[in-house]
């Protein structure tokens, strides 16, 4: 049984459900307005002071997600630069876990 707890979403800030997986590692949204997708501890932590152009680009990403993908936000380390926001969409049955 998975905890699902309601917090508002980081996206668009709508009433959202979360469920921790991936050791707490990943969280999976489930939003009224964005639909589903998946998000990294550190990238919801980012993206709280990210530009808020930048999470509605990220919403309407999350809402185009092929029916069989789902959109992942994570934090992308590269050498020399400080920490980006990236995201992508992963299958579907990846983020079930
Ligand atoms: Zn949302």
Same mark, same amino acid.
């Given at each position: 049984?998975?905890?699902?707890?309601? &917090?508002?979403? =980081?996206?668009?800030?709508?009433? @959202? &459900?979360? /469920?921790?997986?991936? *050791?707490?590692?990943?969280? *999976? +949204?489930s939003c009224s307005v964005?639909? %589903? +997708? /998946?998000?990294? !501890?550190? @990238?919801? !932590?980012?993206?709280? $002071? $990210?530009? $808020?152009? !930048?999470?509605? #680009?990220?919403? #309407?990403?999350?809402?185009?997600? =092929?029916?069989?993908? /789902?959109?992942?936000? !994570?934090?992308?380390? &590269? =050498? %020399?630069q400080p920490k980006m926001?990236?995201? @992508?969409?992963?299958?579907? @049955?990846?983020?079930?876990?």
């Amino acid at each position: 049984m998975k905890a699902i707890e309601n &917090q508002p979403c =980081p996206l668009c800030e709508s009433d @959202a &459900q979360s /469920v921790p997986g991936d *050791h707490g590692y990943r969280k *999976h +949204f489930s939003c009224s307005v964005c639909a %589903d +997708f /998946v998000i990294t !501890r550190a @990238a919801e !932590r980012m993206l709280r $002071s $990210s530009a $808020s152009g !930048r999470r509605t #680009q990220l919403s #309407q990403r999350a809402r185009c997600a =092929p029916a069989d993908r /789902v959109l992942e936000i !994570r934090t992308e380390l &590269q =050498p %020399d630069q400080p920490k980006m926001l990236s995201d @992508a969409y992963i299958p579907r @049955a990846r983020c079930s876990t």
